[in-house]
T-cell receptor, first 114, second 114 residues
Framework: EADIYQTPRYLVIGTGKKITLECSQTMGHDKMYWYQQDPGMELHLIHYSYGVNSTEKGDLSSESTVSRIRTEHFPLTLESARPSHTSQYLCASSERTGVVAGYTFGSGTRLTVV | AQSVTQLGSHVSVSEGALVLLRCNYS??????LFWYVQYPNQGLQLLLKYTSAATLVKGINGFEAEFKKSETSFHLTKPSAHMSDAAEYFC????????????FGQGTTLQVKP
């Protein structure tokens, strides 16, 4: 049973549209992460947060932005979508001790920009 | 910088045969190591993890992995493949700077033939 939820699961939108990908977790985890995954490719960290009002950019440059106003919620926003943003986006969370427990992942959002 | 290498982007085995997925890491400090599995159109699910206890780690679905410090390896094995094991497998290592972040390999697709 998933304790971290991503919506929508699939999204097809036109170029230039603003979109927000939702991610919520019910485990009270402090740390949350967004990964971008292209087909057959590794995961690239694009944003992470260690708690409320804490956000950092990840290892892969991204035109998206994130916010962390509540512990359980970590949405990702693209102000103007482009075809190059077509990818799968995975949200994950971990406990304060994070590195030992590992991550819990959501089911992902597959985004297609046409 | 810490890195993870998974040898072989595609591995094909017959049902009932041994599964061996290779993972090597680069780190001067023994890290925490993880294997995740990703089924089509799903997020990642934790298979097993090494956190400096026993070097032979048993996970879910009959998988196990052995941490070998001298070889900087953490290969994943299963004695007998099942059709349901067909999926993408990711090896991950903890960031040695103790940020709580995980660094993922590029993934290995396991195909199981009847």
């Amino acid at each position: 049973e998933a304790d971290i939820y991503q919506t929508p699961r699939y999204l097809v939108i036109g170029t230039g549209k603003k979109i927000t990908l939702e991610c919520s977790q019910t485990m009270g985890h402090d740390k949350m992460y967004w990964y971008q995954q292209d087909p057959g490719m590794e995961l690239h960290l694009i944003h992470y947060s260690y708690g409320v009002n804490s956000t950092e950019k990840g290892d892969l440059s991204s035109e998206s932005t994130v916010s962390r106003i509540r512990t359980e919620h970590f949405p990702l926003t693209l102000e103007s979508a482009r075809p190059s943003h077509t990818s799968q986006y995975l949200c994950a969370s971990s406990e304060r001790t994070g590195v030992v427990a590992g991550y819990t992942f959501g089911s992902g959002t597959r985004l297609t920009v046409v | 910088a810490q890195s993870v290498t998974q040898l072989g982007s595609h591995v094909s085995v017959s049902e009932g045969a041994l599964v061996l997925l290779r993972c090597n890491y680069s780190s001067s400090v023994p890290p925490y190591l993880f294997w995740y599995v990703q089924y089509p159109n799903q997020g990642l699910q934790l298979l097993l993890k090494y956190t400096s206890a026993a070097t032979l780690v048993k996970g879910i679905n009959g998988f196990e992995a052995e941490f070998k410090k001298s070889e900087t390896s953490f290969h994943l094995t299963k004695p007998s493949a099942h059709m349901s094991d067909a999926a993408e497998y990711f090896c991950a290592v903890s960031d040695p700077s103790n940020t709580g972040k995980l660094i993922f390999g590029q993934g290995t697709t396991l195909q199981v033939k009847p």
